[in-house]
């Protein structure tokens, strides 16, 4: 009930393409549904969040798709620039205490030139 | 400013040593960290949450005597590996949670640490 599902694993997408990256959890107590973006050998950095409370938030070239009745959301990367290379991870948690985060299994997003 | 630093960023070690790695919440203060471990490829998966002036609360499979961690200030969390061998080669990251101005858990992560034990 913790997991939090992600796929895929690896994508590649042409640049100035869309990037999908697709995940579901399990477990209604969770609302708080933040993405990471992570380089190698750095930390993880917010990149956008999202509450189950709208269906869309979007920031920059960055979208968060969210689907309550189905459990799922998915980030939306328009205009994919090579800078975007990198590792992403959504992940669940709870809004309002300092609760653990749940991460899914991370996407290894490629932009080709 | 929300800048959360570990050192070291990366460190070598015989087996059957002790490692120390520290968070400092640099410009904030934080009540609550937590420490995870991610190995090459794959996702952070959490070792414990770690509360200042309190005992940290370990995962399941975690080895609270393998993994001490000490959070003895609102800007300070160490995590020790003790006796370390090859297996406990990861990339170690925590994140902090500010105490005070903001009212949602949003957590600011390290920059991480490389354990290699040889």
């Known amino acids: 009930q913790q997991q939090v599902k992600q796929s895929p694993q690896s994508l590649i997408v042409q640049k100035g393409g869309i990037s999908i990256i697709n995940c579901a959890y399990e477990n209604t107590a969770f609302d708080y549904f933040p993405w990471y973006q992570q380089f190698p050998g750095k930390g993880p950095a917010l990149l956008i969040a999202?509450?189950?409370?709208?269906s869309e938030k979007k920031e920059g070239r960055f979208t968060i798709s969210f689907n309550k009745s189905a459990k799922q959301f998915s980030l939306h990367i328009m205009d994919s620039q090579p800078g975007d290379s990198a590792t992403y991870f959504c992940a669940a948690t709870l809004y309002s205490s300092a609760s653990k985060i749940i991460f899914g299994s991370g996407t290894r997003l490629s932009i080709r030139p | 400013g929300a800048v959360v630093s570990q050192h070291p960023s990366r460190v070598i070690c015989k087996s059957g040593t002790s490692v120390k790695i520290e968070c400092r919440s640099l410009?904030?203060?934080?009540?609550?960290m937590f420490w995870y471990r991610q190995f090459p490829k794959q996702s952070l998966m959490l070792m414990a949450t770690s509360n200042e002036g309190s005992k940290a609360t370990y995962e399941q499979g975690v080895e609270k005597d393998k993994f001490l961690i000490n959070h003895a200030s609102l800007t300070l969390s160490t995590l020790t590996v003790t006796s370390a061998h090859p297996e406990d080669s990861s990339f170690y990251i925590c994140?902090?949670?500010?105490?005070?101005?903001?009212?949602?858990?949003?957590?600011?992560f390290g920059p991480g640490t490389r354990l290699t034990v040889l």
């Open positions: 994140s902090a949670h500010p105490t005070e101005g903001l009212s949602y858990n949003e957590q600011f």
């Open positions: 410009d904030f203060q934080a009540t609550t």
């Open positions: 999202i509450r189950p409370d709208v």
